[in-house]
């Protein structure tokens, strides 16, 4: 059953976490000084409307008609109920999703994307350089770089680039150059931390480059913040008056925050993190300052850290490999405002086949990962005989991922 | 700018064009006799309902309810405005497209994998064969046997078979077993023609298996006319009284079926089919009685042909290298209510580039060809300033295809 919003009640304004957070963020540390890092810090990176977004205490920040122009190519997306799901697990709980698997990258990520794109334009930017993992980002900015003839450079972890020539192909279709990162070592099947070490010194060095960045600041939890809200209007259409609990997986945190934030306030509402057991950032990681990159270069963030130095085992969940996490994810963890979950990815993709047999849609590894605890939460509700009205959000779909079905269809995943 | 209809709004009949061409179809004939084949003599390969659909003159044909359940996961799907890439043609065309790339399998496959496998479950078997080539119906037939317990086994061209795994994997996920084909020529390429042989002869050897195909029969081309049934009604919500021309690219003929059939009555709609120049069937072929596969175990059908022992070259668009052609759609290119074109691939691709960068969906090979047509038709607008309403049939994404679009960006591509 599908909840479509029309054109003309999609989002016009971001919600803005800041001002309502339990405790205040603690702010970025200069990575020579430990001084807080003002915004002309900032400037050779990012933008200045991104560098006001990222500080801002307003509760509400528009959406520039220009970028509301290019997300209608798939906003609003649908909010489904996975009622062929619910049937399957036989649970009293109503189970729907935000289906983000229709955007031009295939995942959320284009959310972020464009505005990243439409604001670096307006600035006069004419090049941005980023980093991507599994590659889910690069194809994103590449999209958005084309809507605003923007060049676009994307360092990806080797390891990934020579998995996944697909992702690359997609990149280059839209105009992008891929190179494989760390760009001085050719034997090093690479991270995502050390690929943002190459696209910020890439960025660093060029007048007319800024870097983009796919997940962890605040400026990107803030532009996914148009998942919950429409999910919100959504869920008014499907009679429901809230959810019981919202889940999204995490890696760096940016899906998440879109389809959680806008429910914070609300009380009534859990809000879940799913993440892997290989890369257990926010159910062991330690909760301190700690670099965004590998090499040291990036301001230091008040996060759940495995220690940015850590390489994640090489599951496929590719997205979900980072060492540190979102502040703002951080700080709710960290607070008890949200709970974290880990799980081996054999019963990620377990779940993802029970997932892509009911409801026709191959998830992500990554989205493996929430629909595994999607479906546990559902299980417990059936235990209890409770109508849990449980909501998530369908990052992505796997595609260009099927090598790692192939891998565990025919045992050969390594189930860390 | 798109237009969405709600789920109550999806359309419980399917149009049957059978009554209304403009001159009767001519009987398929039985290969081994030449008389007119007879309900009798199609029961080994089909269900009865579907040999009744074959041959009906009712002029609405109802969709059972649990069909429509499941169609319903992804239907109706929307029809888009494609504003982006009429601005960037400078066109004062308005070129609509039906979206049918939200599938489970990415494509428009699945609305007749859906009921072909809701009838033979129906009728009490347990178990499918079928052929497919570039993957496209062997993935959409996969998943509609999971939605109803039947085993399927699929024939795949070996080509394709070895060129994109992904497909494979994909179909393996939704529990099918998938083999090369030929199966008793190993070093052979195959056919579409060859793997029918096939799959029929599997199907005819055992008691528990039917046959199902994924385009060419009339039935086929019936339970895709849900999409031009959804496209008249949102036509309507973007204030259109009628679209000038409706195209859709033509293989088999089922999606160009499906989106122009219901448009057939009004004389104000001009039809037209896009095909490959290396395939020519409608613009070449002879217009005339063939074997629907390569060794000449299936009715003869009057249609437009190449020969059923024609091999086309390997492009990339598998679904559109098919020797004959759906006798309805033959029939209308025959009496003149249908135009044809064709198109050498290199310059579907660059088309289906343009495509992506303005619309944001990367196109499937096979749906290059019509979005070369729809610029085509655009252009010529722009010539007359004539403001000419265009909707075609967005038939499939190329996420599973991309190692074509990189053969087009890296100059490997044969222009055939």
Same sequence: chains 1, 2.
Avoid at 120 to 137: C, K
Wanted: hydrophobic share 40%.
């Amino acid at each position: 059953m599908r909840f479509l919003l029309d054109q003309d009640r999609m989002p016009t304004a971001w919600f803005n976490a800041l001002p309502v957070l339990p405790t205040p963020l603690d702010p970025p540390l200069h990575p020579a000084t430990n001084e807080p890092v003002g915004p002309d810090d900032l400037a050779p990176l990012f933008p200045m409307a991104l560098i006001a977004q990222e500080m801002s205490t307003e509760p509400w920040i528009d959406i520039p008609g220009e970028v509301i122009d290019i997300l209608s190519l798939w906003r609003p997306t649908p909010l489904i109920r996975a009622t062929r799901l619910e049937r399957a697990l036989g649970t009293p709980a109503r189970i729907y999703y935000k289906d983000e698997s229709g955007s031009p990258a295939g995942s959320h990520k284009p959310n972020t994307a464009v505005p990243q794109a439409f604001y670096n334009m307006s600035e006069g930017m004419t090049r941005l350089a980023t980093e991507t993992g599994a590659g889910q980002w690069g194809t994103a900015l590449s999209f958005a770089c084309t809507q605003f003839n923007l060049d676009c450079k994307v360092y990806m972890v080797r390891a990934s680039y020579e998995q996944k020539p697909y992702r690359t192909i997609l990149m280059q279709t839209w105009g992008s150059e891929v190179v494989p990162s760390p760009v001085d070592d050719p034997s090093h099947p690479g991270s995502l931390g050390l690929a943002i070490t190459d696209a910020v010194r890439d960025a660093a060095g060029r007048d007319d480059t800024h870097y983009a960045l796919g997940s962890v600041l605040n400026h990107v939890l803030l532009h996914q913040t148009i998942i919950g809200l429409e999910a919100k209007e959504q869920l008014t259409l499907a009679d429901e008056s809230h959810p019981d609990v919202v889940l999204g997986c995490c890696g760096g945190g940016s899906n998440l925050g879109g389809i959680a934030l806008p429910f914070l306030a609300d009380d009534r509402v859990r809000l879940v993190a799913a993440e892997p057991s290989s890369c257990p950032t926010l159910t062991e990681g330690r909760y301190d300052y700690d670099f965004g990159d590998a090499a040291g270069m990036t301001p230091l963030l008040r996060m759940y850290t495995l220690g940015h130095e850590f390489i994640p085992p090489p599951i496929h969940a590719g997205g979900l490999r980072y060492h540190g996490d979102s502040p703002i994810i951080s700080n709710l963890v960290n607070t008890g405002r949200m709970e974290a979950v880990a799980y081996p990815q054999g019963k990620t993709f377990e779940a993802a086949i029970q997932f892509a047999n009911t409801e026709g849609k191959l998830p992500a590894p990554e989205a493996g990962h929430v629909i595994r605890a999607v479906i546990d939460e559902a299980l417990a509700a059936k235990e209890t005989g409770e109508e849990r009205v449980i909501l998530f959000n369908f990052c992505g779909h796997g595609l260009l991922d099927l090598s790692a079905y192939d891998d565990y269809l025919h045992g050969r995943l390594i189930d860390a």
